[in-house]
């Protein structure tokens, strides 16, 4: 089976519509599949549910669907310093569903190993437990917290070989990883492809089962959201 596609635009082909939930991931600014990103903006798909830890900043990753008015509903974790995101959301103009970090990436990977549910500690006796299940056990509280499931996933990988075994770097790891197993159809964006073989087995964190189709990415941008530096020494 043939994994690989020539642009992004042609590995999104025929897996986009009007409506779906997808997942994208990516760390604040790291990470992010910003090729497939860039298609799905081209491509016009509306009405987008999108799991995703943040939705990027100004200019930048998820940013340009919201701009567009492409995406529904976030869910999500963070919202940072995107004051698109929060405009909109204070509006009523976006939806959100807003998770404690843990339990977002819980709720993701929950989805991909088949746990329809599971339950956390994690916001009892605040907003996040409003109209989900509480259960006690061995004494304490618990919120029950249901998977996530998505259409499609977009993920980012530091390098990749053409069957689609994923390797990610640092804080890139923090939900590419789970997303890849957590969709119905999920496509890989590298910064380095590789033929078969050249990977270290023991390095792999996504294998290759996982991914449907895979596109070697271009004109990688690394942006720091907050650059903090200080003065040289006399």
């Known amino acids: 089976m043939n994994k690989l596609y020539p642009t992004a635009t042609a590995a999104l082909e025929g897996l986009l519509f009007d409506g779906m939930t997808v997942m994208s991931g990516g760390f604040g600014l790291v990470g ?3 090729n497939l990103i860039a298609a799905m903006r081209e491509d016009g798909v509306r009405d987008l549910t999108v799991v995703s830890n943040n939705c990027g900043a100004e200019g930048f990753g998820l940013y340009a669907l919201l701009a567009n008015g492409q995406i529904r509903k976030m869910i999500s974790s963070y919202i940072g310093e995107n004051k698109l995101f929060e405009t909109l959301y204070l509006e009523g103009k976006l939806e959100l ?7 977002l990436a819980e709720r993701i990977r929950a989805g991909g190993a088949g746990i329809p549910a599971f339950y956390t500690a994690t916001g009892v006796g605040t907003v996040v437990a409003e109209g989900k299940p509480v259960e006690e056990f061995d004494g304490k509280r618990y919120i029950r917290e249901r998977w996530l499931r998505a259409d499609l996933a977009i ?4 390098k990749g070989d053409t069957h689609g075994n994923l390797v990610f770097r640092k804080t890139a790891r923090n ?5 890849a197993t957590a969709a119905a159809v999920t496509v890989a964006e590298v910064e380095e492809l590789v033929e078969p073989g050249m990977l270290d087995p023991d ?3 996504t294998p290759g089962i996982f991914v449907n189709r895979i596109v070697q990415g271009v004109h990688y941008e690394r942006k720091i959201e907050k650059l903090t530096v200080r003065k040289r020494g006399a």
């Open 32 to 34: 992010n599949p910003e």
């Open 203 to 205: 390095m792999i964190h």
């Open 175 to 179: 939900f590419n990883p789970p997303m």
């Open 97 to 103: 569903e807003l998770n404690p970090q843990g339990t």
């Open 155 to 158: 993920v980012r990988a530091w």
